[in-house]
């Protein structure tokens, strides 16, 4: 989940009249979790659906609404513009077919919300764009810019001064030298060619979607803004300019359009959808009994507008929540309207009888049998590692199941026998007193055409008398007086096993398992200074 | 006329130590020994090989319930058990020192873990819910399509997600449930959906591709049911994460399925593991909407804790799959749960299987 820090002072002067207990108090409810508090430092996560919630002033709006000092729809003011345009050519459509953009003008930069937009492209980038992938953002000083800009491709040869540098790269160059480069070269491909946007006097502005040109960077100086978006989907890459057009807006610039055109591209419209949602749906899902006023009061504090229709309500639904799909996102967001701590729980009667599932009761039969025969439950992670299931253990390893880039060396292979992790276990508690016995059920994977999975149950004895009579009594009579079963043992030759000591484990003339002593090579490399019995048999060919 | 068999007279007339007739029998010539007596003396405390044994003698006594203990290993020996060997004379009549320490003994038990599991299972079965299984290894399709995660969700990358190496899954569902769950994607993700993607065999990273199997295979009016089990997650392991853990999931579907009536259930949970002072929080889930999560306060810690989310399935979820019923799901870790209930801080402890500590937790608290 992304994290934004931002200054309970910064969000007071934003949002109007309130507390600084107000707005912590609030903050939850907006679906926001306060991870940290240092004074006036906040620390919040927020939800990657709900990318405007990466800046303050964002969280301002939603705060705004859900306490009453401002409430419905922020509605965008594009003031319409000729002075703006960008030509697409067609030799992007294979590499990265679509831009759109913005013009954002007369604001004040302060380094605070410098930082903040930087959090926000940065945010976005990660989120919708699927780093960079889907879509990604440029932000520009417009007043280094002439217009009209061209977007369309140029070779790896090209030179520019990127951002943050002060020497002119070819694009090869940047592509390896810049830690952005490095990040999303990748996304270009092999393509001789790479997406580029130029301005009327040639100069490259950006290179979409690794970086900006160091001639339009933003400062504090910096007052009017130029921001595009490209990506491979237009209504994506709209998406991510709606979330940043609303947050300059609030942040008090003023919006131009941007006239685009070319190549199936055209100007964005960043409009409000309406989305219509039955009053009695609302009722019914939240277990209220709401009226229309009260439903439109809580869809107005979610900052939506509505409107009775009938038996409906008709939401307008701002460009930058494209988060809402339909009638059950709108109940939602009359459910924040209205306050979940509004909301009292209530409990009605089942009209269900519940009962465990017959392998959980089976189980639970056999582990009460072991504590019964004075066995210590266990329990071992069934993701596990080469080391405990194979090498210390001498098995076959022939039918590995791993997984892919585990984080952990210790959780790579999932297990197709639980023996090896009690006699693991075992040898780390050599410390403590003997008898030391232990028992397991879980399931355990194989792999034959396809991915199977069974339930085996394994139980070891570590102690100075430790034989194989003591174990297979063990596994006679757990069987036995559980469920009824009578197994036989087999003479086997197991690497795992004492020769002259193991045995299959039989059942209906079928091996279900195997039963014996641990070999004492195996034992002596896990420094286990006394002899270690065990068994491991199928549950699923046996009692389930 | 009295007829005198069985087989101890045949024994005795055997050994010449009777004389009997059709009418009665005397006392011939009384034996030095028993049959057995000498056999047991040879024996006394030690451990001998099957062949030092007079068989008959051997056989007889190993019919006695309890008293020889056969040693299978491939030189039989035969061993008298405690019973039979220890007579125990009282040396003294004196009283004993009643107050004294005496040793602790260790208790075999269920795991404390386990524990916890059984009592989160039986509560759910009281409260009406009936508990269903299923694989920890699923395909994509259900662990991640079905519930409308996009293909290139961040959840869905390596980074985060168990993939099997080279496994994917051959069937996954039925043609008209791919068609439908991969159209519901196109439209409402904007993206190319791959059938190779949904292939990919995963382990299951909540339990809920279990529920939602079952509701796509059953499409109850009416139901109670839940899945508990291990899931995993793609992570470092630390004090506060595991690669596998416990989850439970459930869902349920009716007439009654409402918000408040899914925050009851809740309550009504927390209520029974002793957790009364809680509250509910706006959360986002990719498949549920509204969502929730359910907070509760920790003495001990002297903080809110995040437990349980829960949410109410998005009609992107479940229309596809041919629910129309609103489902209410929420689920959420064990682990934690036991963690506050054992006042442990480090959750690799529940699968150390470090016997100081199976040894001495206390078994209810």
């Known amino acids: ?514 039963i014996g002593k641990i070999n004492s090579k195996i034992i002596e490399n896990y420094k286990i200074r006394v002899p270690v019995v065990g068994f491991e048999i199928s549950l699923s060919e046996s009692i389930l | 006329m009295v007829l005198f068999f069985g087989p101890s007279i045949g024994l005795a007339r055997k050994n010449d130590w009777i004389e009997a007739s059709s009418e009665s029998v005397s006392i011939k010539n009384l034996p030095l020994e028993l049959p057995g007596e000498k056999t047991l003396k040879q024996i006394g405390e030690k451990k001998l090989s099957k062949d030092e044994i007079n068989d008959d003698d051997l056989s007889s006594l190993l019919k006695r319930p309890d008293f020889i203990v056969e040693d299978i290993v491939k030189t039989k020996e035969v061993t008298l058990t405690d019973s039979a060997k220890s007579i125990v004379i009282s040396d003294s009549s004196g009283e004993i020192d009643v107050e004294a320490k005496v040793p602790d003994v260790f208790v075999a038990r269920t795991h404390p873990l386990k524990d916890t599991i059984d009592e989160i299972r039986e509560i759910f079965v009281t409260l009406g819910f009936s508990e269903i299984i299923g694989n920890m290894t699923q395909s994509s399709f259900w662990n991640f399509d079905a519930l409308f995660t996009p293909q290139d969700h961040p959840a869905r990358e390596l980074q985060d997600t168990f993939y099997l190496d080279g496994i994917s899954a051959k069937k996954i569902a039925t043609p008209e449930q791919i068609r439908k769950v991969s159209d519901s994607h196109k439209k409402n993700w904007r993206y190319h959906w791959d059938i190779n993607e949904a292939r990919k065999m995963v382990l299951r990273t909540h339990t809920t591709c279990v529920t939602i199997k079952h509701l796509a295979e059953n499409k109850p009016d009416e139901a109670r049911v839940f899945s508990l089990g291990r899931v995993f997650r793609n992570e470092k392991v630390s004090y506060k994460h595991l690669v596998e853990f416990n989850q439970i999931e459930g869902v349920v579907v009716g007439k009654d399925a409402n918000l408040r009536n899914l925050m009851g259930i809740q309550r009504e949970f927390y209520k029974r593991i002793g957790i009364t002072k809680i509250k509910f929080w706006p959360t986002f889930f990719p498949y549920t909407e509204p969502s929730l999560q359910t907070m509760v306060y920790n003495e001990r810690l002297e903080k809110w804790i995040e437990l349980f989310g829960m949410g109410i399935f998005r009609p992107e979820v479940t229309k596809p799959l041919g629910i129309t019923k609103p489902v209410l799901a929420w689920g959420g870790g064990i682990e934690r749960i036991a963690m506050l209930k054992y006042g442990i801080d480090d959750v690799r402890e529940f699968y150390n299987n470090n016997l100081s500590w199976l040894r001495s937790a206390t078994k209810c608290q």
């Open chain 1, 1 to 514: 989940m992304p994290v934004v820090e931002l200054s309970y002072t910064r969000l007071q002067k934003l949002v109007g009249k309130v507390t600084k207990k107000q707005i912590s108090d609030s903050l939850p409810f907006l679906g926001l979790d306060i991870e940290s508090e240092n004074k006036d430092l906040v620390r919040i996560e927020y939800s990657p659906n709900r990318p405007d919630y990466s800046t303050d002033f964002g969280i301002a709006l939603g705060l705004q609404g859900l306490l009453g000092i401002k409430t419905g729809a922020i509605k965008l003011k594009i003031k319409k513009s000729n002075k703006y345009p960008i030509s697409v050519k067609s030799e992007v459509s294979k590499i990265r077919p679509f831009v759109t953009g913005i013009v954002a003008k007369n604001g004040n930069i302060d380094n605070k919300i410098l930082e903040q937009l930087i959090q926000m492209q940065e945010d976005l980038h990660m989120g919708i764009g699927r780093k960079r992938t889907k879509s990604s953002i440029g932000i520009h000083d417009l007043d280094k810019i002439s217009f009209p800009l061209t977007y369309t491709t140029t070779s790896r040869n090209t030179k520019f001064i990127p951002l943050k540098s002060t020497t002119e790269n070819t694009i090869s160059e940047i592509l390896e030298q810049t830690d952005t480069g490095r990040d999303y070269g990748h996304i270009l491909g092999n393509s001789a060619k790479v997406p580029i946007i130029i301005d009327s006097d040639d100069n490259v502005i950006s290179l979409p979607p690794i970086i900006n040109a160091a001639v339009t960077t933003v400062t504090t100086k910096t007052k009017n803004l130029f921001v595009e978006v490209t990506g491979i989907n237009k209504d994506d890459a709209e998406d991510m300019l709606s979330v940043v057009a609303t947050i300059l807006e609030s942040a008090g610039f003023t919006l131009e359009s941007v006239r685009i055109s070319g190549a199936k591209n055209s100007s964005p419209k960043l409009d409000q959808k309406k989305i219509s949602v039955s009053t009695s749906l609302i009722n019914q899902i939240l277990g209220l009994n709401l009226t229309t006023p009260k439903i439109i009061s809580s869809l107005k504090k979610s900052r939506l507008d509505a409107s009775p229709k009938g038996k409906a309500i008709i939401c307008t639904i701002p460009a930058y929540r494209f988060d809402i799909f339909g009638s059950m996102d709108l109940i939602e967001e009359v459910a924040l309207g209205y306050g979940i701590q509004n909301l009292e729980p209530t409990l009605t009667p089942s009209q269900t009888i519940g009962q465990m599932n017959p392998v959980s009761l089976q189980l639970k039969s056999l582990n009460q049998i072991m504590i019964g025969l004075g066995y210590l439950e266990a329990l071992n992670s069934s993701l596990t590692s080469k080391r405990v299931l194979y090498e210390m253990t001498n098995r076959d390893s022939s039918k590995i199941i791993s997984v892919l880039d585990s984080k952990s060396q210790e959780h790579t292979i999932l297990r197709d026998s639980i023996l090896p992790g009690l006699l693991e276990n075992i040898s780390r508690n050599i410390h403590e007193s003997y008898p030391q016995k232990m028992f397991e059920t879980g399931t355990v994977f194989a792999i034959d055409d396809s991915i199977s999975e069974k339930i085996a149950f394994s139980s070891i004895s570590a102690h100075k008398d430790a034989n194989f009579t003591e174990i297979k009594s063990i596994l006679q009579s757990s069987l036995k007086i559980g469920f009824g079963i009578t197994i036989e043992t087999k003479t086997l030759s197991h690497p795992t096993f004492e020769a002259g000591h193991c045995a299959a484990v039989i059942l209906n003339g079928k091996s279900i398992g195997i």
